[in-house]
């Protein structure tokens, strides 16, 4: 028969091996609970995985904003990437190119992927891409150079209150996970 302390020890290992199990529940279904958070609330810039299409606006030529463009690299990711320009004048309603150069700085190929961003966060279903490199994993060679154009437009139905808006892209190096699909 357990004694006292036993049973006490016991129950707070059952305790603990349960907070434990929560705890790993609670963080795989973290990712999933905020991407429809986001989705609900508009918040974190989520732009749309595939092309928009392209229609005609009425363009008001005497209404400019200024879109900022912003790269960053994953820890992991052996390359260069870059904007041709940091920020430029637009007009909403008028279609624009912007191109955006990435370069694999290691001895092997590999795959990547650009996860876009914008903020503020509720512009983001106002900027429609009909091309982005982001919709697919880019593959790279050996020490390839690649340039990577986005087309864009911002839909004039945007807020007047929204002067800039910032489209960011982090680049991935998803040369592992690709391998074993």
């Not at 958070?37 to 299409?53: M, R, V, Y």
């Not at 994953?74 to 909403?92: D, G, H, Y």
């Not at 154009?149 to 800039?164: G, N, S």
Request: glycine share 4%.
């Amino acid at each position: 028969m357990m004694n006292t302390v036993e049973r006490k020890n016991t129950r707070l290992v059952i305790k603990l091996a349960l907070i434990v199990l929560a705890m790993f529940g609670f963080g795989y279904a973290l990712v999933p609970l905020y991407n429809v958070f986001c989705d609900i609330t508009g918040l974190n810039g989520k732009t749309g995985e595939s092309a928009a299409q392209e229609v005609q606006y009425e363009i008001d030529p005497e209404r400019e904003m200024t879109i900022e463009f912003v790269t960053s690299l994953n820890e992991s990711a052996p390359m260069e990437f870059s904007a041709e320009t940091a920020k430029m004048k637009l007009i909403p309603g008028k279609y624009y190119t912007v191109n955006f150069f990435a370069e694999n700085k290691t001895d092997k190929p590999m795959v990547a992927r650009a996860i876009p961003s914008v903020s503020p966060g509720l512009a983001a279903e106002y900027l429609k891409k009909t091309e982005c490199f982001c919709f697919s994993e880019q593959s790279f060679e050996p020490h390839e150079k690649k340039t990577m154009p986005v087309r864009f437009v911002i839909d004039p139905a945007l807020p007047e209150r929204y002067k800039t808006i910032t489209l960011a892209y982090t680049f991935f190096d998803n040369t592992e996970t690709s391998v074993k699909k």
